[in-house]
């Protein structure tokens, strides 16, 4: 069974400055997804970024960027030139290929403040 | 297009009682999951419908149960509510998350049992 740990409960950050939420998995797959979700007061997940196992660079959509590294099986999250609107909490989650289930961490509330 | 609906947004139930949570999927998707979201469990998967067949349950009793109709809609069904049955449901649909499509998430539906 496929599990994931994120160890930050909570993080805050000011304004402009970057952060990096931390992620871990464990699995026996080679073939699989990782994704970052956001979850705002509003309750609706978003979905912040994706990343394929099979392809090596890195994903990137705007201020957020991953740091994925597969032999270490972590997947962190950075976002840079925080937003107040930022703030909620974020979920990293796993789904294997051919899989149709998202395996989640426990998130990690992140508030930014001004 | 319009988004995954939920509803409704809050239900207040009595112990014993039974619920139906309704999900309406991004048009075109047919794949339909179900994710229960407590402070203790943290998030976790119910079960995933695709063209009305149920293709992957999680580890929940057999109270829970769900189905999907052709025009992909899907319910959820919770019988003889327990306490514990209190959390914030959420429903995400997906092209076919079998090829690591993006899982897209409703609003959630809260519902407290007292």
């Known amino acids: 069974a496929q599990t994931v740990t994120q160890s930050q409960p909570e993080m805050s950050v000011q304004e402009a400055e970057t952060v990096t939420l931390s992620c871990t998995y464990d699995?026996?797959?080679?073939?699989?997804?990782l994704f970052w979700y956001k979850q705002p007061p509003s309750r609706q997940m978003i979905l912040v970024i994706r990343q394929e196992a099979y392809k090596q660079q890195n994903a990137t959509e705007n201020r957020f960027s991953v740091n994925f590294q597969k032999a270490a099986k972590s997947f962190s999250l950075k976002i840079s030139d925080s937003q107040l609107g930022d703030t909620a909490m974020y979920f990293c989650a796993f789904m294997k290929g051919n899989g149709n289930k998202l395996v989640f961490g426990a998130g990690t509330i992140l508030r930014v403040k001004s | 297009k319009a988004g995954v609906t939920q509803t409704p947004r809050y239900l207040i139930k009595t112990r014993g009682q039974q619920v139906t949570l309704s999900c309406s999927p991004i048009s075109g998707h047919r794949s339909v999951s179900w994710y229960q979201q407590t402070p203790g469990q943290g998030l976790q998967f119910l079960f995933e419908?695709?063209?009305?067949?149920?293709?992957n349950k999680g580890n929940f009793p057999g109270r829970f149960s769900g189905r999907q109709f052709s025009n992909s809609r899907s319910e959820m069904n919770v019988s003889t509510l327990e306490l514990g049955d209190s959390a914030l449901y959420l429903c995400?649909?997906?092209?076919?998350?079998?090829?690591?499509?993006?899982?897209?998430f409703g609003n959630g539906t809260r519902l407290t049992v007292t």
């Open positions: 419908y695709f063209s009305e067949t149920q293709r």
């Open positions: 995400a649909s997906s092209s076919n998350p079998s090829t690591g499509e993006v899982l897209h």
């Open positions: 699995t026996s797959e080679n073939n699989y997804y």
